[in-house]
C-alpha cells in the first residue's frame, strides 16, 4: 500500500499520469470527428508530417524547446494537409495516393533534417530522437502545461462549434442548405486533427500517433448511441489508453512508450468490437445462432403438421429418420428443443423402431400459425 | 572494370538506391492506380513485426527466409485489414490504421525486449542506412558484392519478371476488374500476389531505406509519373527513371550537406512531383492553365 502511494506521488509518475490524461483527452475527443468523416489516415499523414516541424522548431529555437518544437510541428502537418487538398483537387491523383505522398516526403524531409542537426553537433539534440517513438519519462512539468494549453484550445473550439462539427460531420449538404459555411468547418477539423497530433508528438511519438487519433474513437463508436456519448467515451478511452501504456513504460525501463500506449488502445478496441452490448460482435453471432435454432424449429414443426394433414390425422407420428430425410441433416437436436418448448411428443409406432415425433396442441397452433393457415375454429 | 566499379562507393550506394526505387515503383504502379497505395504504408510497417518474428525463430537477418515471412506478414497486414473492415463495424480506412500499428507496436517492443544485439534498432527500422550498403558484402565469383544491392537487384529482377509476364491481367485487372474476372482472370489473387511482392520488396529494401522512407519509393514515382502520361507501359518507364533521377540527385545533395542519403533520396522523389504538378504535358497546374485561358479566348468568338 505504502509502495503504491509512494508510485504514485512520485514526480515522474505523476507527470505522465497527467500527460497521459491530456493527450488521451485531446485525441479521443478530435479523433471521433476523424473516424466518423473517414479521415483516419490523415492522422497518419499529419503525425508523420510533424517530424520536419518539429527538427525545424529546434532549429529556430536552438534548444529543445517544447512550444517552438510543437508550433513547428503544427505548421509541416498543416502544411501536408493543404498538400493533400490541392493534390486531390488539382489532379487526377486519389486520396491515397495523395496521403501517401505526404506522409512519405514530409517524413523524408524530417529524416534529413533530423540528420542536419545532428551534423552540427548541438550537445541538447539527443531529445529529438524521443519524438519518433515517443518517450513519456522525457515529460517535464513544464511541457505538461505546454500540452495542456493546446489541448484547452481544442476542446474549447469544440465545445464552441459544437453543432456546426455534429452537421458537417454527420449531414454536410444539410449543413450547406442550411448556409453553413461547410468547407471552413471540414477544413478547421482537419487543423484540430493536427493539434491533436501535436498534443500527443511527446509520448507517442510521430509514427504511432495516427493510431491514437482512430483506436479511442472506433472502441468509443461501438458502446455510445450520440455524438455526445461518443466524444466522452472516446475521450475515457484515451485517457485509460495513455494512462496504462505510460505508466508501464516507466514501470519496465527500455520499453519504448508509443508501442505500449497503442497496444493498449487495441486492446480496448478488441474488447468493444467483440463484446459492446448490440453492436458487439459476440452478440450478433448468438443472434443469429438463436434465430437460425428457431427457424430450423420451425421448420421441422411445419413438416410434422404437413406430414399429419396429409394424413388426415392430427397425431400422425413421424418418423425421426424420415424428419431427417427431409431436412437432409439431423434434426434430433432440434426436436429435443421442441421437446423442451412442449410443441412436439415423443411417441411410437410399432411395429417400425427407432423414435417418433407427434405434435402437441400447442405446437399445432404454432405450425399453423408459422404456415400462415387460420385455425379451423374461427374459419 | 566490374570490380572497379564494386569498388565504387557512391556508384554503390547510387545502385542500392536506384534499385530500391525501381524495384518499389514496379507494384507501386498498380497500386496508386487501384487507389490502395496506403496498403504499402500498413504492410512496410507491419513487416517490422515479421523481420523479428523471423529473426527470433531462425536468426536469419536478411535472406530468402526473411523474404517469405515478410511476404507473410504482409498478406496477413492486408487479411486482418480486411478482417475488421469486413465485421461491417469499422470503416476501411479506420481498420488500416488500426492493424499496422498494432503489428509495429508488436514489432517495436520486442526489438526492444530481445534484440539489444542485433544491428535492427528502433532507427534502421524507420531510416534505413543506405549509406553503409558497401560494407556488408558477399563472395560472388571473384567479386565482393553488397547484399543489398545483390538481394535489391534479385528482388527487381522478380518484380519485373512479374510484371512483364502478366501484364495483359495487370492492365485488365487494374482497369476493369469486373471484365479481369468475368474472362477469369482472377483479379483478386492477382491483387494478393501484388502485395506479396509489395512486401518482400520492403524486406529487401528494410536494410537500404527503413519503413517509412520506403513508401516514398512504392507511391511518388508512380503518382509523378501518373502526372505525366495516359500509357501504363509509359507509367512503369517514366516511374522507373524518376526512381533512378532521384537515387542519383538525392545521393549528390545529401552528401553535399552531410545529411540521411536515404532520406534526401525520398525528398528528391518529391520534388519529381512537384516538377510534374507544374510542369506535367497534360495535366501539369501550367498547362491546365494555359487550356483555360485558351478555352475562354475562343469561346466568346
Known sequence: ?379 | MLAAALENIPLMIVATGALVGIAAALPGTFLVLRGSSLLSDAISHSIVLGIVLVWMMSGAQSGPLQLIGAAVTGLATVFLTELVAGTGRVKNDAAIGLVFPALFSIGVLLLNVYARDVHIDQHTVLLGEIGFVWLDTVALGAYEVPRSLLSMGAMCAINLVFVVLLFKELKLATFDRALAAALGFMPGLLFYALLALTSATAVAAFDAVGAVLFIAFVIVPPSAAYLLTDRLSLMLLLSAAIATLSSIAGYVVAVLFDVSIGGMMAVMTGLFLLLAFLFGPRYGIIAQALRRRRAATVTPA
Open chain 1, 1 to 379: 500500500m505504502n509502495g503504491a502511494l509512494a508510485f504514485l506521488s512520485d514526480y515522474t509518475i505523476q507527470n505522465v499520469a497527467f500527460g497521459a490524461a491530456i493527450l488521451g483527452t485531446i485525441s479521443g475527443v478530435l479523433g471521433v470527428f476523424a473516424v466518423l468523416r473517414q479521415q483516419s489516415l490523415l492522422g497518419d499523414a499529419l503525425s508523420h508530417a510533424a517530424l520536419p516541424g518539429i527538427c525545424l522548431g529546434f532549429l529556430l529555437a536552438g534548444s529543445r524547446s517544447l512550444p517552438a518544437i510543437l508550433a513547428g510541428a503544427l505548421l509541416t502537418g498543416i502544411l501536408a494537409a493543404l498538400v493533400i487538398l490541392v493534390l486531390t483537387s488539382r489532379t487526377r491523383l486519389k486520396t491515397d495516393a495523395a496521403i501517401g505522398i505526404s506522409l512519405s516526403v514530409f517524413f523524408a524531409a524530417g529524416v534529413v533534417l533530423l540528420t542536419y542537426i545532428q551534423g552540427t553537433g548541438n550537445a541538447s539534440q539527443g531529445g529529438l530522437d524521443t519524438f519518433l517513438f515517443g518517450q513519456a519519462a522525457a515529460i517535464l512539468r513544464s511541457d505538461l502545461y505546454v500540452m495542456g494549453a493546446i489541448a484547452l484550445v481544442g476542446l474549447g473550439i469544440v465545445a464552441a462549434f459544437w453543432k456546426e462539427f455534429k452537421l458537417v460531420t454527420f449531414d454536410p449538404d444539410f449543413a450547406g442548405s442550411l448556409g453553413m459555411p461547410v468547407r471552413r468547418i471540414e477544413t478547421a477539423l482537419t487543423l484540430l486533427i493536427a493539434l491533436a497530433v501535436v498534443v500527443g508528438l511527446q509520448m507517442v511519438g510521430v509514427v504511432l500517433m495516427a493510431a491514437m487519433v482512430i483506436a479511442p474513437a472506433v472502441a468509443a463508436r461501438q458502446w455510445a448511441r450520440s455524438l455526445g456519448a461518443m466524444v466522452t467515451l472516446s475521450a475515457l478511452a484515451g485517457i485509460v489508453a495513455g494512462a496504462s501504456g505510460a505508466l508501464l513504460s516507466s514501470l519496465a525501463s527500455g520499453l519504448a512508450t508509443g508501442p505500449l500506449i497503442v497496444l493498449a488502445a487495441t486492446l480496448l478496441v478488441i474488447v468493444s468490437l467483440l463484446f459492446a452490448p448490440q453492436r458487439g460482435i459476440l452478440w450478433s453471432v448468438i443472434r443469429r445462432r438463436r434465430a437460425a435454432h428457431h427457424l430450423r424449429g420451425r421448420q421441422v414443426l411445419a413438416t410434422i403438421h404437413d406430414l399429419a394433414s396429409a394424413h388426415h390425422d392430427t397425431s400422425y407420428p413421424a418418423e425421426q429418420s424420415m424428419l431427417d430425410a427431409y431436412h437432409g441433416l439431423g434434426t434430433g437436436a432440434v426436436l429435443s428443443r421442441l421437446e423442451g418448448r412442449g410443441l412436439v411428443r415423443r411417441t411410437t409406432h410399432m411395429p417400425q423402431e427407432g423414435p417418433h415425433w407427434e405434435l402437441t396442441e400447442e405446437g399445432r397452433a404454432q405450425a399453423r400459425e408459422s404456415l400462415g393457415e387460420t385455425p379451423p375454429e374461427s374459419a
